[in-house]
């Protein structure tokens, strides 16, 4: 398959392609899926240490004198009170109270912040963000040859400080650093999509191979996007077009702390939050004995229908099926799922399936 | 080459022809092409197979797939011992691998198949 002409490459798109990796379109992007194994990518990361290609989100940058009220206003983040030196998980909502998408914003100075968002939405956001914030400037950089790596797992703070050559080398969950290194100044955040404990990386043109290949030298295993999408929902961590989307509210998605202060701040989407009745529906997690319950399935409650997958996986570390759904509030089973036609039983269980490791 | 004592489906199934049975079995290819597998799903013995028709499935990590019958028949085989031994399936899909056999009437049943070479074809077509 030959999907080039019309995708997007990241800068490392080469360095996939010789270490075998299965590439896929993924958001207009061609992406690695794999370098051979799902389940053996996820356990090295959650064993030792895995170096994702993210560079298909979108990198953006927002600066202005009035930068911070503007983003506060524009997302549902309580963004000016957001320490410089900071990452926060935060989320764009429309009027309704509904997700249009979750991001992270980094302070990075007083009066600058940069953004990473979802590649699916990067050219919707950029158009909702820019009817929202009028004054400051915006600066989608998501194509100019940087890229975004991913390091995650146990063996990660080795692999950071032995990359820095600084053995002393250790920020803080949702910290941001600028260490120097043999590449020369880095952009690092402690912030990852996996439930451990990781970094990523923001390159440079320049350092985007170069970084690659020494954190592979150091002994992190390439994960494609199969793991990644394994490991987050391991984690619980949410994928917008499956346990968020225009429809589902904060509240709904039990993420209340990516509205933090809802209540009494005033923000796009506010109003509505304020006059939701509390959520009517919640997110559960299933396990199966074999089979993978996939998105879209049909979960029912004593033979009725009663909510759909929202996310359903094989986990590596569970060694059995995951999967998420959205159900009444006062709905609490037993579950069913209709797997093509045929109706088995699943087990609820406690979210996250595997716990977090990222403040460790 | 993949054998060439068989027949196949450019949906990457295999059907070999001995008197009145036919065994049926997927290919490597197909198998290299979902991944790790996590399930089977296999028919019980006395059941009809359609061709065209789905007769049961196979799921890796990625996806969910259909195995379709390339005859009409009735099972009278089913290699049951392999849904909790996807690994013999995975690493010797033309032997240990077979999923069922089935009784056929006719001698052509195959006649609509095609050979290992145009097999050949199809994998390099889609690889």
Request: charged share 25%; hydrophobic share 40%.
């Amino acid at each position: 398959m030959n999907h080039s002409e019309t995708l997007l490459q990241t800068p490392l798109a080469s360095a996939h392609k010789a270490l075998g990796a299965k590439l896929v379109p993924f958001a207009g992007w061609e992406m690695p899926l794999d370098y051979g194994s799902i389940l053996g990518e996820s356990r090295a990361t959650r064993e030792s240490a895995g170096l994702f290609d993210v560079g298909h989100m979108a990198r953006i940058w927002f600066r202005g004198p009035n930068v911070a009220a503007e983003l506060d206003h524009a997302l549902g983040g309580c963004i000016t009170d957001q320490p410089i030196g900071k990452a926060r998980y935060t989320m764009i909502l429309a009027e309704d109270g509904g997700i249009l998408d979750d991001l992270i914003t980094y302070r990075t100075g007083q009066d600058e912040f940069f953004m990473v968002v979802n590649a699916a939405n990067r050219h919707r956001d950029l158009e909702i963000l820019r009817s929202r914030i009028t004054e400051s400037t915006i600066d989608d950089i998501t194509e100019d040859g940087g890229c975004i790596l991913a390091l995650q797992g146990p063996d990660s703070v080795r692999i950071l400080q032995e990359l820095c050559d600084d053995a002393d080398l250790s920020p803080g969950f949702l910290d941001l650093a600028w260490p120097g290194s043999p590449f020369g100044q880095l952009f690092v955040a402690r912030t990852g999509y996996t439930g451990e404990l990781g970094y990523e990386i923001f390159t440079t043109a320049e350092q985007s191979n170069a970084v690659w290949q020494r954190i592979l030298e150091l002994g992190a295993s390439p994960v494609g996007l199969g793991a990644r999408d394994v490991l987050r929902l391991e984690a619980a961590m949410p994928l917008y077009g499956h346990e968020i989307h225009e429809d589902i509210t904060p509240f709904d998605a039990g993420l209340r702390f990516a509205v933090r202060g809802w209540k009494t701040r005033e923000f796009i989407g506010s109003s509505a939050l304020q006059a939701a009745a509390p959520s009517s529906k919640k997110l559960i997690g299933f396990t199966t004995d074999k089979r993978v319950p996939r998105d879209g399935y049909p979960v029912l409650a004593n033979g009725i229908e009663v909510g759909q997958i929202c996310s359903g996986a094989f986990s590596a570390t569970l060694q059995k099926p995951i999967a998420t759904a959205y159900v009444p509030l006062d709905c609490d089973g037993p579950f069913t799922v209709s797997f093509r036609g045929k109706e088995m039983p699943v087990d609820v269980a406690v979210l996250p399936f595997v716990p977090h490791r990222s403040r460790d | 080459m993949r054998p060439n004592d068989r027949s196949y489906l450019d949906s990457h199934e295999w059907a070999k022809i001995d008197g009145d049975v036919v065994t049926l079995g997927i290919t490597d290819f197909a198998l290299e092409q979902l991944g790790e597998l996590v399930y089977l799903d296999l028919p019980d013995v006395g059941d009809e197979v359609e061709q065209g028709i789905g007769f049961g499935e196979v799921e890796s990590v990625k996806a969910v797939s259909d195995l379709n019958s390339p005859i009409d028949g009735v099972i009278i085989e089913a290699n049951q011992a392999l849904a909790d031994d996807l690994e013999s399936l995975q690493s010797d899909p033309f032997e240990a691998g077979w999923l069922i056999k089935v009784r056929v009437s006719g001698d052509d049943a195959l006649a609509h198949m095609i050979d290992a070479a145009a097999y050949e074809e199809v994998v390099a077509s889609e690889s």
